[in-house]
C-alpha cells in the first residue's frame, strides 16, 4: 500500500516483506490520510512524483536483506509456491535461475 496525507505532505512507501503493513496500520490508525493499493500499492517515487507533484516527507522501511530472503522462502512455501529447503532455494537465486516476483526478473520455482 502506499499512504499519502496531503495535509501533513507525507508519503509512505511499502516495500514488499519489509514491515511496511505494520507502519501503513499505524499510519491509518492515526493519521487522516489516504490509502492507494492495487496498481499504486508497491510503486516507485519516480511513477507516483507525477500524480501529487511533490512527494513532500517520503520514507519507507528497509529490511536486513538476509531477513527479507528469509521473510521471501516462508512466504512462499506458505503460499504453496514452492517445495524446496531453503539451502535449494539460495543455491538457485544465487545462480540466478530464480527471483522472487519483486525483482520482476525469471519466475522459475523449485518445484
Not at 516495500?15 to 501503513?24: D, E, F, Q, V
Request: charge should be positive; charged fraction near 25%.
Amino acid at each position: 500500500m502506499l499512504f499519502r496525507q496531503q495535509q501533513l505532505n507525507i508519503t509512505f512507501f511499502h516495500l514488499p516483506k519489509n514491515a511496511g503493513s505494520s507502519i501503513a496500520q499505524w499510519l491509518v490508525d492515526n493519521l487522516d490520510g489516504d490509502e492507494y493499493f492495487d496498481d499504486l500499492r508497491h510503486e516507485t517515487p519516480q511513477k507516483v512524483l507525477p500524480l501529487f507533484g511533490d512527494l513532500g516527507w517520503s520514507f519507507c522501511c528497509v529490511r536486513n536483506p538476509w531477513d527479507r530472503v528469509v521473510s521471501w522462502y516462508n512466504f512462499f512455501r506458505g503460499q504453496n509456491k514452492i517445495n524446496c529447503n531453503f539451502e535449494t532455494y539460495m543455491d538457485k537465486i544465487i545462480s540466478k535461475q530464480f527471483t522472487h516476483k519483486y525483482n520482476r526478473k525469471k519466475h522459475t520455482f523449485c518445484l
